[in-house]
């Protein structure tokens, strides 16, 4: 069956898409910062992927255990070194605070790009891992997207019940609902910021590295990923973990739909016109409040 | 009252003078000149107008790139059937249409969803533009034959300024340049003072994108070959935005002072380290959030407060 | 409801979620009163403000303006409609001259005046609120009460017949709260009818004729100022809390 084979294969999109947005929930919608350059540790994390396995032959999962933590802590060094630093500049002042952050995460999007295309070059890079076909209902799957759909809400779930069983998580969501209620209780929405930027880093990178394992990737992928995760986190509302789940695979199921009825090239046509209709029905999302 | 008076003529006698200079230097100067002076004047009326919406409204777009291809690709359908002034003017009117129906999407919610929804435009219409020439026009590339050569362009590029330039002042001074002021300071107050904010901010994206098709439509036969990857190249959105940006766009002529060093930079990279330039544009980037967050004008203008002997504007 | 009704509230909601911060609440305003709306911090008050000048969209209910129904309306039409408001954070357009802040209200509103029209009216609604000497200063650099004052000037430029003030005593020394409460009994005396929500209970007694309570979204008692605050239930809702 057809349909049912389209949209399997957008729901392993989706899963992948829900991670991708997860991240973009941590850092806009608890830490409040517009970091555009999102996607880029998204690329960055690929591409160390593809260096660690081609090079010294660590495979992407064990890469992991390596990428996580560095993009965490460069995360929370830009948080605490730079982005603090325009926060406080910023006085108050959204609109000013907006403009900043969007103009210097755009200019750090092309730092990091322009580094990366120095020591890679612009071609198209991929590497091959678990690439053997798994056979569900009529269809092969390759087994390295499956893992990697599989990975990816496994992580999306042990997040979800991290920030809703433990101390630390709760405090992180109410940071993300209202800041100064927060700190009124004695939350130090400073310290937690950081976290969540550095743990939306974290979320970002994984995706990375489980995208790196079935997609091919230059240093420009970064930007489409970013509005991806705009859209998802759109869609599921602001600061909605579970609503990141369903829009990631409405998004992905949008795709398959769409590649399968009109014309694989106009994908990002089909994201684009995805982002258009829920910014004009509902931009605050399925799930949002206010 | 004198000295403002007289501050205004020498400003008139400084611009008449420069007019003059400039209409004539095709007569007298070598084509790599001109040529510079192209890449000036169409990064000046780009860079401008661009400054002319988001100065006050504080909203930043990278959609500059989808204007100035759509403005060449109107040159490259139109060259050979209608004289440039037509093509010109089609492409701004589309320009013009295009930016409302976004801005009428976009501009009622907040500053991000513009900002990624106006880079993803271009994105958006280089893929439909690629996947229309492949399917059904069967052309990738495009070329451009046309008797509009270089000094056609120098011109064409100055008066598309000098309409900008006179257009943001008669804006600035006008009851619809005060509704965007007022916007920029509280959108809130603006709306609640009588003014329709979004009808106000869309026409004035709208506005601004046109001249940017426009001046995509006149640079075309430069380029004389044009294909989607080079017609909606994502780069020029964001040398606009730095050149904007440095200058200050606070003021008119602010963006102006960005263009210029720009300009030069950009053409000596290209020679001597091309695979720098991305590195470079993102430093600049953050060197000017983080050192000029008001650019060159607003460097200008704190020096004048410490030079200036009495404020008469605050408590004593 | 009688021909003197200038405004006409009924059945309006407003939920922001699970929150239902405006519930079923029914009131009319007189032309020419003064009402005055109290009721604890997180009560709805400012929702309803909110409400009635189209900051936010109403879920269910309507709001009559001389009959006209205004509730769908936004706020640019709003105040062409000659309502006016001025805010709980006061709002002034920082980096405009107290003199640019009040023409914006002139160029704008109802009356929609010229720039050369603009000047005299300027100059008359700064003295209204003793802001004339202060014309040239910019609006970041004034004290918090004149940007009160400024605000309130703005919001007068737009000739309103109805005016909402939003907590505009709160935060004033006891001799300044004198001059302002005057300030507000001249606008009544010139034919404004005005809505105050506010907590300074002295300025309510002073000011209105008629107070409703507001409480959880809901109005919970209604009538004159003495009898709406010695009411048990308002008491209650309050715990006490009257600020003199």
């Known amino acids: 069956m057809i349909v049912l084979e389209i949209i399997l294969n957008g729901i392993v999109l989706g899963g992948m898409y829900a991670l991708i947005g997860l991240g973009l929930n941590f850092q806009f919608g608890i830490a409040r910062i517009i970091n555009i350059a999102y996607g880029e540790v998204l690329m960055v994390a690929a591409f160390c992927a593809f260096f660690l396995y081609t090079i010294f032959e660590i495979n992407p999962f064990l890469g992991l255990l390596i990428i996580l933590p560095v993009s965490f802590v460069i995360n929370w060094l830009f948080y605490r070194g730079v982005l603090v630093f325009l926060v406080r500049r910023a006085k108050g002042v959204q609109d000013i605070l907006e403009k900043d952050s969007i103009l210097a995460t755009f200019g750090l999007i092309f730092l ?14 991929k590497y091959l891992y678990l690439t053997d076909g798994v056979p569900i209902f009529d269809t092969i799957f390759p087994l390295n997207r499956l893992i990697a759909c599989a990975v990816a809400i496994a992580i999306g779930l042990i997040t979800y019940l991290l920030l809703k069983f433990t101390r630390s998580g709760t405090a992180l969501r109410a940071v993300a609902v209202d800041p100064t209620a927060a700190q009124i209780t004695g939350i130090n929405v400073q310290k937690y910021n950081a976290l969540a930027f550095a743990l939306g880093g974290v979320l970002i990178a994984t995706a990375g590295v489980l995208i790196s394992m079935y997609l091919s990737f230059e240093p420009s992928i970064g930007m489409v990923y970013t509005m991806k995760a705009l859209i998802v986190v759109i869609l599921g509302g602001l600061g909605h973990m579970l609503g990141c789940l369903v829009g990631g695979i409405i998004l992905g199921v949008a795709e398959s739909l769409g590649a399968y009825f009109v014309d694989p090239g106009l994908t990002l046509a089909i994201n684009y016109a995805l982002f258009i209709l829920i910014l004009l029905i509902r931009p605050k999302g399925l799930f949002g409040v206010n | 009252m004198l000295i403002k008076d007289s501050r205004q003529v020498i400003s008139l006698f400084i611009i008449i003078g420069l007019l003059i200079v400039l209409c004539v230097l095709p007569h007298i100067s070598s084509a790599y000149i001109v040529s510079l002076f192209i890449s000036i004047l169409y990064f000046t009326s780009l860079a401008t107008s661009w400054a002319i919406f988001a100065g006050p409204t504080r909203y930043i777009s990278f959609a500059a790139a989808a204007f100035i291809g759509i403005g060449s690709y109107t040159t490259a359908f139109l060259v050979e059937t209608l004289p440039m002034v037509f093509v010109i003017i089609i492409a701004a009117v589309i320009g013009f249409c295009l930016a409302a129906v976004v801005g009428l999407a976009t501009l009622r919610l ?32 495009r070329y451009i034959f046309s008797d509009f050569g270089r000094p056609e362009i120098y011109y064409g590029l100055l008066i598309l300024c000098v309409l900008t330039f006179v257009s943001g002042y008669i804006l600035h001074r006008s009851r619809y340049g005060i509704a965007l002021r007022t916007i920029g300071d509280d959108e809130t107050v603006a709306r609640h003072s009588g003014i329709n904010a979004t009808w106000v901010k869309v026409v004035t994206f709208a506005a601004t994108s046109s001249v940017m098709s426009a001046a995509g439509a006149i640079m075309a036969p430069r380029w004389t070959y044009i294909d989607p990857h080079i017609a909606f190249n994502h780069i020029v959105s964001f040398e606009i935005a730095i050149m904007a940006l440095l200058g200050g766009i606070t003021h008119l002529f ?26 470079i544009l993102g430093l600049s980037f953050l060197l000017i959030v983080f050192l000029l967050p008001n650019g060159v004008v607003g460097v200008g203008r704190s020096l004048m407060k410490l030079f200036s002997t009495s404020g008469d504007r605050g408590p004593s | 409801m009688n021909e003197t009704t200038l405004l006409q509230v009924s059945g309006l909601k407003k939920a922001f979620g699970g929150l239902v911060a405006v519930n079923d609440i029914d009131f009319h305003i007189e032309a020419g009163e003064v009402l005055g709306v109290i009721g604890p911090n997180g009560s709805g008050k400012s929702t309803l403000l909110n409400l009635i000048t189209g900051e936010t969209k109403k879920d269910t209910g309507a709001v009559k303006l001389n009959g006209n129904d205004i509730s769908a309306m936004q706020p640019h039409q709003i105040c062409r409609n000659k309502i006016s408001r001025t805010f709980q954070l006061v709002r002034v357009l920082p980096t405009m001259t107290v003199e640019e802040n009040v023409m914006v209200g002139l160029l704008f509103g109802s009356e929609r005046k010229n720039f050369n ?16 000497e202060k014309s040239g200063f910019l609006a970041s650099q004034l004290t918090y009460i004149d940007k009160k004052r400024l605000e309130l000037a703005r919001a007068l430029a737009n000739q309103p017949i109805l005016l909402l003030l939003d907590e505009w005593l709160a935060g004033l020394n006891p001799s300044e709260l004198e001059e302002s409460i005057n300030l507000v009994k001249r606008l009544q005396e010139s034919g404004i009818t005005l809505v105050i929500v506010e907590h300074v209970m002295h300025a309510i007694r002073s000011l209105c004729d008629r107070v409703f309570v507001m409480n959880l979204g809901q109005k919970i008692v209604e009538g004159t100022p003495d009898y709406v605050l010695s009411h048990a239930d308002v008491v209650s809702a309050y715990l006490g809390d009257e600020s003199e």
């Open chain 2, 254 to 279: 602010g963006p102006v002072l960005g263009v210029i060093p720009l300009v030069l930079l950009l053409e000596f990279l290209s020679t001597t380290f091309p695979h720098y330039s991305l590195v």
């Open chain 1, 112 to 125: 990091i790009q322009g580094v990366v295309t120095l020591v890679w070059g612009t071609d198209f890079r």
């Open chain 2, 110 to 141: 907040s500053g991000i969803y513009f900002v990624i929804f106006t880079f993803g435009l271009t994105e958006l219409i280089r893929q439909l533009v690629l996947w229309f020439e492949i399917n059904i026009t069967k052309n990738l590339g």
């Open chain 3, 117 to 132: 029209e603009c000047r005299d009216e300027i100059a008359r609604l700064l003295s209204t609120v003793d802001l004339g």
